[in-house]
């Protein structure tokens, strides 16, 4: 399988010398900067947009709304960690060398890949990320996966992939975060529903404003007192 695309007629690498072309036209301090987002920008940025999103999801609806949308957010990363692991076994077996061991008049931005090129590592993490995203934040989400487009094109930008490499990668990182997706939010579900209950995990997954009266009672079926005319507070304590 390390023949893949190693012809220049293939459109693959037309394509991986197109984009790549761009690279050599840029001025060095934007190559800089491209090898840099490329290589951790983009990855810091679904970071964030990772926290926003939990900030945005753990206030949502009802406490029982928060915590199917906590524990959909938990499984973005976990997926992306599944993703990678699956992507060991896919690597050892296309075992298709970096599109710089085999074409010449290359740009390449970073140093150091001596590793397969299918998949990209890269492209999974990314795409695996924004989509448990989306699932969890709808409007984030779509963010999230424009960052990830945005990451495959650096990855052929920078010389260190083919076109199909990050294609893969989507696919593959799509594939694990919403086909597991069921399960894991089965498995997480009780586990964030128990944090939420507890006092101190509660602020991760719900706090209330000023004057907002928890759900938790009601969430978990126990019914709320009810003061009768003339009750107050004094007759709560005695």
């Known amino acids: 399988m390390a023949g893949l695309a190693s012809d220049g007629s293939n459109p693959d690498v037309s394509l991986l010398y197109d984009i790549n072309g761009l690279a050599r036209e ?13 290589e951790y920008g983009i990855m810091l940025a679904l970071v964030l947009v990772a926290l926003w999103c939990w900030w945005s999801v753990r206030r949502r609806g009802t406490l029982t709304d928060s915590v199917s949308a906590v524990a959909a957010l938990v499984w973005a990363p976990l997926a992306a960690a599944v993703a990678v692991l699956v992507n060991i076994p896919i690597r050892g077996f296309v075992e ?6 085999d074409h010449q008049g290359l740009e390449v931005l970073v140093d150091g890949k ?7 590592d890269h492209a999974t993490l990314a795409m695996a990320i ?3 995203l989306f699932v969890a934040h709808r409007k ?7 960052l990830a487009f945005a990451e495959g094109f650096c990855r052929v930008y920078m010389g260190v992939h083919y076109p199909t490499d990050v294609i ?3 696919a593959l990182g799509t594939a694990v975060a919403l086909l ?3 399960l894991a939010h089965a498995l997480l579900t009780p586990l964030v529903s128990a944090i939420a ?10 706090s209330r404003r000023a004057g907002e009266r928890s759900s938790l009672p009601e969430t978990l079926g126990i019914p709320e007192p009810r003061l009768g005319p003339g009750s107050g507070e004094n007759d709560l304590a005695a």
Request: hydrophobic share 45%.
């Open 26 to 38: 840029a001025p060095p301090w934007l190559d800089r900067v491209m090898g840099f987002v490329g």
């Open 96 to 101: 298709r060398p970096r599109p710089f061991n």
């Open 114 to 120: 001596t590793d397969f090129s299918f998949v990209s």
């Open 130 to 132: 924004a989509v448990g």
């Open 140 to 146: 984030l989400g779509l963010a999230a996966i424009g």
């Open 168 to 170: 893969g990668g989507f």
């Open 180 to 182: 597991l997706a069921p």
């Open 197 to 206: 209950r507890s006092r101190h995990g509660a602020r991760l997954v719900r």
